[in-house]
Structure formats: C-alpha cells, structure tokens
C-alpha cells in the first residue's frame, strides 16, 4: 500500500515509543488516503455515488409533488366552493401527482438501498485490504521494533481501528455527497420559490456546519483516548489469559480483576464522555433545525396570508425541511465519523508506512554454500535502544565448519542468546560482519539465510495445531516419514506414538498441554527437519533430563556430520564435548578451547564446572568421552 504524499517512510528503529503516533496533523491527509483507496473501487465507487446522487434527486422531487398536490387539493375544494360541476381534470391532475409522488418515494427508495449495498462492499473490500497490509507488515518489521511493542496494541489496531477506516466510506464519503445533493439541491428549487423563505428554511445550515466543526475536534481527542484504553484493556486481558496459571497459582484473581476494573472504568469515562460530546451537539444541531422550522412556518405563513407563496409552496418547504430532519442528525454521526476514520487510519498507517531496518538490501541475492563455514569477525553489537557505549557484544571472533560443534557457555547477560539471533539475521552487527562462505550475510536474501540457519529458541513456541504441523511448521510440505524421523532423532517419537491420536493430537495454546522438556524436543524436531547446514540450540535442552539428552546427541551424530552445530547452554553436560568452547563474559570472549585445555586453564570454565559438580548438576569424575563432530 502506498504511503501518503507528504507522509516519509520511517525505519521501524527510529520511531521514539515503538508505536507512538502524533495525529495532530494528519486529518486530511489520512481522510485522503481512505478515501484515495476507496476510489480503487471504480466501478463499485461509481455505481455508489450515482445511486447516491439519484436517490437525492428522487427524494427532492417529494416534496415538489405534494407541493402541487396541496395546490391542486386547495384548487379542488375552492372549485368545490364555487359550485363548479366539473372537476375531473383537477381529480385527474391530484391522482398524477400522487402516482409521481408514490414513484419518486419508490425509486428513491431504490436507489438508496443500492449505494447503501455498494458503499457497505467497498467498506468491506478496503477491511480487507487493510487488514492483509497491516498483518504482512507486522511479519516485516524487525524484532527490534516487535521488542518495544505490546502484541495488545497491535490486536486492537488489527481490529477496532480497521473497523473504525472502514465505515468511512458509508458514513463519510457517501453521506457526504448526499447532504451536498439534499441541501444544495433543495436551496435551488427554495430560491426558485422565493428568496426570503429558501434563506429561512436554510438558516439552520451554517449554524450546524459551525457546530460540527468544533464538535469534530473534540470527540477527535477523545478517539484517540479511547483507543489507548482500548489497546490497554487488550494488554491486560492477553497477559492475563497467556499467565493464567501464574495467576491461579498465586491466587492474584482479585488483583487481576480489580486491574481490569480499574482500565475499564476509565475507558468507561472516556467512552462517556464521547457520548456526552456526541449528545449534546446533535440536541443543539436539532434544536437549531427545529427553530428554523418554526421560523419557516411563521414567514411563510404570513407570505401565504398575504398572497406572495401558495399553500402549495409552504407545504414544499415544509416537507424539505422533514426530509432533512435525519440527514441533519447525520451530520453529527458524520462528523464523528470523520473524528474516528482519521484517528484510527492515523495509527493504522503508522505502522503500515514503517520500513523494517532489516531487510534485503537492493539487488541482495541468495546465499550460495560451498563449504558451509560460518565465521563471526570482530564483531561487535548493541541493542538500538541502548546506550551507543554500551555494547552487548565486543570483538567476537569466532568460526563454526560442518561436522564440528561449537559451544557456548558464560554468566546471565553475556551475549550469547545475541549471537544465534545476529547469526539467524533479526538484528544486525553495528561492527565487525559475519559471513557464510565468505559472503556477508547482510549482502543475502533473508529468505536464503533463514534456509540455511536453523535456530531452536530459548524459549519454545508451538502453535495450536496438531504435533505434526507443528513439527512440519518450517518445512511444511515434508511427508510423514520424514517428520516422524525428525521425532525420532528429537527422542519423540514414542512418546507421540502413545497418544491416542499420535501426530494428530492437538496440542493446546503455547504448547500448555506438554511439559517444558516435551516442548523444547517438539523445537529441535522442528528445527533438523528442515536441510538448515547450521543448527543452533540456544540452550534447547536445559528442562530434558541428563539422559534423554545424551540420546539426543547420539542420534544427532549422523545429522551433524555435513552440518556446522552451535550449542548454547549453562549446563556444562550439553556442551562439554564440543570442539571449541567459548566462554562469554560482558559481551567478551574471556577463554576459549576444548573441555580439558579449559579444566587445565583452571579459569571461569572450569570454576563453573566444579560449582555445577558441587551442587550435582556435573558429574565429576566419570565424565564422558569427547566425540568431536559427530556431538
């Protein structure tokens, strides 16, 4: 979707607050741009505009023929008065008029439900639109920006501001031309009658236009309040249900509940507020249009009395002023329809009109692999919105070949769950590269990248589908075979096997319905079934117990013999038989080597080893062999 005129596009890691949004000067822009997407709609928009048109001029040829109709009814009667005997051309002439009358109302009638079809299609057509665009770029933007922004704010501009653009199209633009046809065509045929009264009759128009305007700027404050509450109130009840069982275990229900009370009513506040705003300008633009009617009443009255205007015509002016009774009363929903299409487009293009700060650089091909040897040189990192001199990683140098495994190991903090991200691309270097086969991975497709590294995340993520889709998630046109030897080298597959409906057993949201070391093997399942020629585990087995991870690596030997392994961890057992370990401290490489050069160093590797041997998480004497690449 394209962006407006005058509106730059901004890299997602320079927004100030993540998502923060100044719409102090956007209305027309945003209205533009909605309505711009609208007008894509041509044949649609053309046949919505016309029945609008129509259905107008219909409606302003009612109160024309019971204008005529009163005049011929009076002429009847004073016939009648008269004695005139004859009077079957004025009862010919009455029942014409009543036939257009009963025609008009038809045909308007007509015409209105087609541009309320036609307008309620578009608007559903540009929701659509809306929502495919904002959802593709929410799977654009870099995690740096996904970082600073709550998924509950995200869920309500998906939705509430979507809904909020879409009626734009019906309550705005189709509204609009309609008042324009009614009043402007209304004036015409009023001053065709007679000049003082039109301008009477009209009288209420300015005042109302006034009043709406201020009454647009305010209920536009108020928008915006209401949809931060909203997005809140959206926060509140997604952490609530994703940590219901944190919640249940320590009792906090009432905390919760008072929480949300406490949001709620201030978005009941606001949202009264709003309706008071809404209120209190539709009574007033009411009330101006009913004063106008009894000011018409009483001029044309005494116009009539002395013989300037028919009854006829008092009767015509009467009844357009009925007619637009309602549309009167629309223009205050009109006006807060223009308050709630520019605030929610506002935020809504906000995000839309973002560029990812990571993304494939102009002309970027993919990554082509010979070897398959990964190299970090001197590459140093830190988090956009951190200090410039507070760097997370400083100076890494490090190289990982196929059938060799590296491990990682250091204190809380010290870079190492940055380095899988950096190496998989969801943050850049700020100095030093890493290459793959000497290509800069800045230099390559994402796509092609993401291809050849597979990364099982600390924390594991499965979707609310079955086991096998979650398992076939990064390659999902595998066969069962190809998934259940995925399992198998995850150590589970018995376990899937026991259910009652193996692969095809649901599992429930986030995972809930399986333990921690069930998740984590479901991950590495996921992670080797794709042909990624580098794995990172970023420490992926610390809740498997000892022994099921020993089978994990014995059955990964024959998948890491062409494949390059980084194993991150802070228990020692995990990575003690890799080739090269490399000990992490403030971002720093501190020592690096195999377990028994580390152990004869006698530094922080090997204090940590014996700390863990203390407390029982290492064994100490009895440890197992080293097995190079084939760990």
């Known amino acids: 979707m394209a962006p407006a005129p005058d509106t730059a596009k901004r890299l997602d890691t320079q927004v100030d607050g993540a998502y923060s949004i100044d719409v102090s000067n956007v209305d027309a822009t945003v209205l533009m741009r909605i309505t711009a997407m609208a007008f894509r709609h041509r044949w649609r928009m053309s046949v919505a505009v016309l029945t609008t048109i129509l259905g107008g001029l219909f409606q302003l040829m009612v109160p024309q023929y019971l204008g005529q109709a009163v005049d011929q009814a009076q002429g009847l009667l004073r016939d009648a008065a008269a004695g005139v005997s004859d009077q079957s051309a004025a009862e010919s002439a009455l029942l014409t008029s009543a036939l257009l009358l009963l025609g008009a109302a038809i045909l308007r009638g007509v015409f209105t439900m087609m541009h309320n079809y036609q307008g309620e299609a578009v608007g559903q057509l540009i929701g659509y639109r809306l929502r495919l665009d904002y959802y593709r770029q929410l799977q654009r933007l870099s995690l740096s920006w996904h970082d600073r922004v709550h998924t509950g704010d995200l869920m309500t501009r998906g939705i509430l501001d979507i809904e909020g653009v879409r009626l734009w199209v019906d309550t705005g633009i189709l509204r609009s031309v309609l008042l324009t046809v009614l009043i402007g065509g209304g004036a015409v045929v009023l001053f065709r009658n007679d000049p003082v009264l039109a301008c009477v009759a009209l009288s209420f128009v300015p005042i109302v236009g006034i009043r709406a305007s201020i009454a647009r700027l305010k209920l536009r404050d108020t928008w915006i309040l209401m949809q931060d509450k909203m997005s809140e109130l959206t926060n509140v009840m997604e952490e609530n249900l994703g940590g219901i069982r944190v919640v249940r275990a320590f009792a906090a229900q009432a905390f919760e509940l008072g929480r949300y009370d406490r949001i709620s009513e201030e978005a009941l506040t606001i949202a009264s507020r709003r309706v008071r705003l809404f209120v209190l300008s539709t009574t007033q633009m009411t009330f101006v249009y009913f004063l106008a009617m009894g000011l018409t009443l009483w001029v044309g009255g005494a116009k009539v009395a002395a013989g300037e205007i028919s009854l006829g015509q008092l009767t015509e002016a009467l009844a357009f002023m009925l007619i637009l009774q309602m549309p009167v009363r629309q223009i205050g929903w009109m006006i807060n329809s223009i308050a709630r299409a520019s605030t929610c487009g506002g935020r809504l293009f906000n995000v839309i009109d973002l560029e990812p700060s990571i993304a494939d650089k102009p002309g970027a091909g993919d990554l082509v692999l010979t070897e398959g040897v990964v190299r970090f040189e001197n590459v140093d990192f830190s988090y956009p919105s951190w200090a410039k001199d507070d760097r997370t990683l400083a100076g890494i140098d490090l190289e990982a070949r196929p059938g060799k495994m590296i491990g990682i190991v250091g204190p809380p903090g010290s870079g190492k769950t940055t380095i899988a991200q950096l190496l998989g691309r969801y943050y850049d270097v700020t100095g030093g590269r890493i290459t793959v086969d000497g290509q800069d991975i800045r230099d390559v497709t994402l796509a092609s990248l993401r291809d050849t590294v597979a990364i099982v995340q600390q924390e594991p993520f499965l979707f609310t589908a079955s086991i096998d889709h979650n398992v076939a ?159």
């Open 473 to 631: 998630y990064g390659d999902p046109w595998a066969g069962r075979s190809s998934i259940e030897r995925s399992a198998q080298t995850a150590q589970l597959h018995n376990y899937i096997k026991a259910l009652p409906n193996d692969y095809e057993t649901l599992v429930g949201e986030r995972g809930v319905s399986l333990s921690g070391g069930q998740r984590q093997r479901l991950s590495i399942a996921r992670a080797i079934l794709p042909d990624a020629k580098l794995l990172v585990l970023d420490d992926s087995t610390a809740a498997i117990d000892a022994a099921t991870e020993r089978r994990i690596r014995e059955s990964l030997k024959d998948y890491t013999k062409e494949r390059g392994v980084i194993v991150i961890a802070h228990r020692l057992s995990s990575l003690m038989h890799a080739d090269e370990i490399v000990f992490l401290e403030a971002g720093r490489i501190v020592e690096r080597g195999d377990h028994d050069s580390l152990m004869a160093a006698g530094g922080r590797y090997a204090q940590l080893y014996e700390l863990q041997a203390r407390t029982g998480a290492e064994p100490k004497t009895g440890a197992e062999p080293k097995t190079g690449g084939a760990s």
